[in-house]
């Protein structure tokens, strides 16, 4: 048998300070990697360009650009600041989709 729970989901911006310290450690728990080059001085004092691993952690970031992140990935977070987006139905998000892009359009 199916058992249906309503959870109610905040954004990012609605959380307590507390709760979003939560997010912001979840957030860089692993932090963002890429690649990127440098310029060194090599052992005979020439230049060279170097592939260099780097990290970003969300929690560096502005607030605006942590909420604009959380929205673009539809994260969501119930009062503590742990992840629940996860639990949101599929069919309810292809539902939702449906319905913003119809609205407005009365043909």
């Given amino acids: 048998m199916t058992s249906f729970v ?3 989901g905040f954004q990012y911006h ?3 300070e507390k709760a979003q310290h939560k997010v912001l450690d ?3 728990d692993p932090p963002l990697e ?3 080059e ?3 001085i090599n052992e005979e004092g ?18 605006e650009e942590i909420q604009s ?6 994260y969501l977070f119930d009062k503590f600041g742990d ?4 639990l949101v139905l599929t069919e309810y998000k292809q539902n939702r989709d449906l319905n913003s892009t119809n609205n407005g359009n009365t043909k």
Avoid: F, G, R
């Avoid at 060279?48 to 502005?62: C, F, G, I, L, T």
């Fill in 26 to 28: 979840w957030l860089d």
């Fill in 6 to 8: 309503m959870v109610e």
């Fill in 46 to 63: 020439d230049e060279e360009v170097q592939n260099v691993m780097k990290y970003e952690y969300p929690s560096d970031w502005a607030p």
């Fill in 14 to 16: 609605e959380l307590t």
């Fill in 34 to 36: 890429y690649e990127t």
């Fill in 83 to 86: 992840p629940i987006h996860h």
């Fill in 69 to 74: 992140h959380c929205e673009m990935n539809e």
């Fill in 38 to 40: 440098v310029t060194v």
